[in-house]
């Protein structure tokens, strides 16, 4: 039956990951149309201008999208922040909860039954992680202002009356990226990256390419086994195998080992320093990050896409490799 429903459509479709998940519903032969507060043209064959604030009372213009789309992929989010000022704070809330909330009721209004929600494993409490991973049921912590309205989102999301896949992505990586291994690959480049100790903690990752693939599966998939699932590689490097695979592929000197016990005092040092010049890299609060394992237990992704062949890491930073040289 011809439902009128010919598109997917992606919110926050000009961000990192936005435009890779519409590249790959294009490529799949999807019809894409973008929900962007920025105007670009990209791989998508209609668009809508506006923020997650215009939900409120959307235009006709976005109401036509909606009545078309038979589904919503919801990327559009305010991401992680170093430092979380109370304006910081009062943005994750308007974007993450707010605005999700107001999507949760255009597209009921509008008759859309599908929705994808791109969550964090940035919500789990990894002093209580168990050496497998953390599960989608393991202990939730909120940390920050960033992961409690991600996981706000999420229960919105739960709690909508439609037909919801929830995807925990871990670090992601790859061409573009501006985040965490974005630091790593500039530190390494300048020759002052250093592998606390042994480096050993593990680290839970997925190619962006792959998150958005997995994005795109699960607006198409009639029936997916398992609606919410931590997006990542069966395999988490530590941290020494990253570093390695970043001196492989990019020809990076490999980054020397430091003592734990040093950089805990030099660490201390730069908590001092961090007051007087914000993002000052050694710092307690980032010494244990990198020591600190967030490994998550995939195996729902897996089951949800058997067929699908999983590169290790090593293997999916090749591609992005000149970029990261390029930084």
């Given amino acids: 039956m011809n439902t009128g429903r010919d598109l997917v459509l992606v919110t926050g479709s000009s961000g990192w990951i936005g435009r890779n998940v519409c590249r790959r519903l ?10 962007d507060q920025v105007a670009s043209a990209g791989p998508w064959s209609e668009a809508f201008v506006g923020t997650l604030d215009c939900l409120c009372d959307p235009p006709q213009e976005l109401c036509r999208l909606l009545a078309r789309a038979v589904a919503v992929v919801h990327c559009a989010g305010r991401v992680h922040r170093a430092v979380e000022t109370p304006a910081e704070i009062a943005s994750f809330e308007r974007t993450n909860v707010a605005g999700t909330r107001d999507l949760l009721t255009a597209c009921r209004k ?6 994808v929600y791109v969550s964090t494993i940035a919500g789990y409490d990894w002093t209580a992680a168990p050496a497998g991973g953390v599960s989608e049921d393991g202990r ?6 960033y992961a409690r309205t991600k996981l706000e989102g999420e229960r919105l999301i739960r709690e909508s009356a439609l037909d919801w896949r929830t995807a925990r992505l871990a670090t992601v990586f790859g061409t573009d990226d501006r985040a965490n291994f974005a630091k790593l690959a500039g530190a390494m480049k300048r020759g002052q990256m250093v592998v606390p100790g042994s480096g050993m903690a593990r680290k839970s990752v997925i190619p962006v390419e792959v998150a958005a693939e ?19 590689l069966p395999e988490a490097p530590a941290l020494r195998e990253v570093c390695d695979a970043f001196s492989a592929a990019c020809g990076f000197l490999r980054a020397r080992s430091v003592p734990l016990g040093l950089l805990r005092a030099a660490a201390l040092a ?25 490994v998550v ?5 897996y089951e949800t896409l058997p067929e699908k062949r999983w590169p290790t890491f090593a293997e999916a930073l090749v591609p992005a490799a000149e970029y990261y040289r390029g930084l």
């Fill in 110 to 115: 509008a008759g859309v039954r599908r929705i």
């Fill in 214 to 232: 997995v994005l795109m599966r699960l607006a198409l998939i009639a029936e997916p086994r398992h609606r919410l699932m931590n997006v990542a």
């Fill in 270 to 294: 730069g908590d001092v320093a961090a007051r007087l010049r914000p993002g000052f890299p050694l710092t307690t609060a980032n010494l244990r990050k990198l020591t600190t394992s967030t």
């Fill in 140 to 145: 939730l912590s909120v940390p920050t202002a």
């Fill in 297 to 301: 237990d995939a195996k729902r992704l």
């Fill in 26 to 35: 294009q490529e799949h032969g999807s019809t894409v149309a973008a929900f």
